[in-house]
Structures are given as C-alpha cells and as structure tokens.
C-alpha cells in the first residue's frame, strides 16, 4: 500500500545514454513534482504538473522531459545523460500544500 | 542566492534534552512553511507546519515557532528520541504553484 513509489530505486549508466524514471501515487492527488537532490544534499524541484499539465518548469536542461501519462504517474525521461546528472531524484504528490515523497531514484552517470 | 537557510549542518543533543532547529529565509512573502524529516535512503515525509498567521503550531513533542518579522523560524523537539536522529529541512511554500523551497538541512543526532 505504499503512498508514492519510483522504480528504479538504484540506476547506474553510462555517460551519453537515455534513462527513466517512473514515479505512481495511489493517493488520488492531483499534482505530482519532480525534485533532485545533488551532492552538496540540496533538494531543489524540477518539474510539477497538475492534472497532467505542467504547472513548474525550472531552469532545467531541456534533456530532462517529464511525462505524465495520466495523473496517477510522472514519469522523468532523461536524454544524453551527463556526469553532473548523477544525484537522487525524488517524486512526490499533493492535494493541498503537504507533499508526499517517495524513495528516491539515486542515479549514478559513469 | 540561497533563499532558505539552516546555518547548523548538524546538532547533537541528550535523548530527553531538547533539540531546537533554526531556519532562515529571505523572501517575505512566504505564507506557509513545513518542516520534512529525512531518514537515510528514504523520501522526506512531513513533520509539521505553520501559517504566517500564526506564531506558534505544536503537534505533541514538536513545536514549531514562526517570528516573520525575523524571518526565522525553529523546530523544537522535547524530550528529544534516538528515533529523532535525521535530516530536518525547513521548506517554505513559494507562490501559486505551491513548490516547496527547501532549506539546506540540519542532520540532528540524538545520543542515548
């Protein structure tokens, strides 16, 4: 019965390759956001979409296309990953202003 | 340009003693803040809130207090668990699209 889960939980690749991450909530929210949290353990969003519209964009590489098939799930693709992309990446939900997160994505680029 | 701050990367407190974790931020139009719990390997999970309309919000051994004209709030934990021991971030809410602006930690270890 978990609230908001992610697959992979680990991801090793190499440098120039084409990942995914998917992110479901069985919570029944609306919105869902993408956060990564980088080496120096700063967690800072990404993405957010509301009922499978993008509502946040931040300053983030165009290789990084979410997708939100329906609002249940957010996936995150990733183009051409770069060493600087190695971080945790975490999922999370909401209703109202508390946000869920899942476990995290620790993706490791080689 | 760090908006949020928790200038203590880490405390260390007695289990029973009280554990206080200070927040800083810079943009005063913040009208509600949370604070998240993080365990290692593990998603942040919420811990308690307040409204700029408050001072003050307690939820059992957690009190959370909000002096806006500071711009500073803390996180008051008493009496302090080993179960306590984890990262605490402060996350204010920024504007409509209600994204979560997170501090930069405070790993708290709370010693038997």
């Known amino acids: 019965d978990t609230a908001v889960s992610q697959t992979p939980k680990y991801l090793v690749t190499q440098m120039g390759n084409d990942k995914s991450i998917k992110c479901e909530q069985n919570?029944?929210?609306?919105?869902m956001y993408w956060y990564k949290q980088d080496s120096k353990k700063f967690l800072k969003i990404m993405f957010s979409y509301n009922n499978k519209e993008l509502i946040i964009n931040e300053t983030v590489p165009n290789r990084f296309s979410p997708k939100s098939p329906d609002k249940a799930h957010l996936n995150l693709h990733i183009n051409s990953l770069e060493l600087g992309d190695s971080a945790v990446y975490f999922c999370?939900?909401?209703?109202?202003?508390?946000?869920?997160f899942g476990p995290g994505t620790r993706l490791t680029v080689l | 340009d760090q908006q949020v701050k928790q200038n203590s990367p880490s405390l260390s407190v007695q289990e029973g003693r009280i554990s206080i974790l200070n927040c800083d931020y810079t943009?005063?139009?913040?009208?509600?803040f949370l604070w998240y719990k993080k365990y290692p390997a593990e998603g942040p999970t919420f811990l308690i809130s307040i409204s700029s309309i408050k001072d003050k919000n307690e939820d059992g051994r957690f009190t959370v207090f909000l002096n806006k004209s500071a711009k500073h709030l803390s996180l008051h934990i008493v009496p302090s668990q080993p179960g306590d021991s984890a990262v605490y971030f402060c996350a204010p809410v920024g504007g409509a699209t209600n994204k979560l602006i997170f501090g930069t930690g405070t790993l708290l270890a709370v010693q038997p």
């Open positions: 919570l029944g929210h609306d919105t």
């Open positions: 999370a939900s909401s209703q109202a202003t508390e946000q869920f």
């Open positions: 943009n005063s139009m913040f009208d509600y």
